[in-house]
């Protein structure tokens, strides 16, 4: 089965500071990952998919292989990334629990 | 475009009675996903469509859960009876990719509290 796994579900720091939140992937084959991230009082609306490359809104996050990692990072937080971010495999089975970033001013 | 349309927003029902969700997906949409929420969870998928056809109900507990899309459009998700447990929100998706590969759009859930 195709599992991910946020193990931090909080995360609090100061505007300008680095993030990165955190997810693992425990299944075999050729992993495809998806990060889905909720802003207050919105829809689920997804961030950025791996196989793109992309960088959204700052972020980008990098599939390893060698750690089985799909960690989302953005060098310089702002306010407006506060949110929840849920990591998500290829079949979109069961999306991870979810990680609630706070950025403060 | 429209995005996903979901009704009713909120529903508050007491354990054993029933309840129906619908949702509308956006327009050409052939993928149609049905996610469970439970309250510090992530979403779960309970059934997926292509088009009127079912793609994985592996995780719909089919003993009281059952969704329906009868014309490849429209679908609804309905439990009966509901229990505690159920208490979530009820989130629909669609995209417009084959298999898994494409992006979801949500719509904003319907919050189910069972008493």
């Known amino acids: 089965a195709q599992r991910v796994t946020q193990p931090e579900k909080l995360l609090s720091v100061f505007k300008g500071a680095p993030v990165e939140l955190k997810c693992n992937y425990s299944?075999?084959?050729?992993?495809?990952l998806f990060w889905y991230v909720q802003y207050s009082r919105q829809r689920l609306q997804l961030l950025l998919r791996?196989?793109s490359r992309e960088s959204i809104k700052g972020f980008t996050a990098d599939l390893n292989k060698g750690e089985t990692s799909f960690h989302l990072k953005k060098p310089f937080a702002q306010e407006e990334d506060s949110a929840m971010y849920y990591c998500?495999?290829?079949?979109?089975?069961?999306f991870g629990k979810g990680m609630k970033l706070t950025v403060n001013p | 475009e429209a995005g996903v349309a979901q009704s009713p927003r909120y529903k508050i029902i007491e354990k054993r009675q029933s309840v129906a969700f619908w949702c509308n997906p956006i327009?050409?949409?052939?993928?149609l996903y049905w996610y469970q929420q439970i309250l510090g969870q992530g979403p779960k998928l309970l059934i997926q469509?292509?088009?009127?056809?079912?793609?994985?109900d592996s995780q719909l507990p089919k003993d009281r859960f059952s969704a329906e899309r009868l014309k490849g459009v429209d679908s609804t998700l309905k439990i009966q009876p509901a229990k505690l447990e159920d208490s979530a929100v009820y989130l629909c998706?669609?995209?417009?990719?084959?298999?898994?590969?494409?992006?979801?759009?949500f719509g904003e859930g319907s919050r189910l509290t069972v008493l």
């Open positions: 998706a669609s995209s417009s990719g084959q298999g898994n590969t494409g992006e979801l759009f």
């Open positions: 299944y075999s084959g050729s992993p495809e």
């Open positions: 791996h196989i």
């Open positions: 998500a495999p290829r079949s979109k089975l069961v």
């Open positions: 327009s050409g949409h052939a993928t």
């Open positions: 469509f292509q088009n009127n056809g079912v793609v994985d």
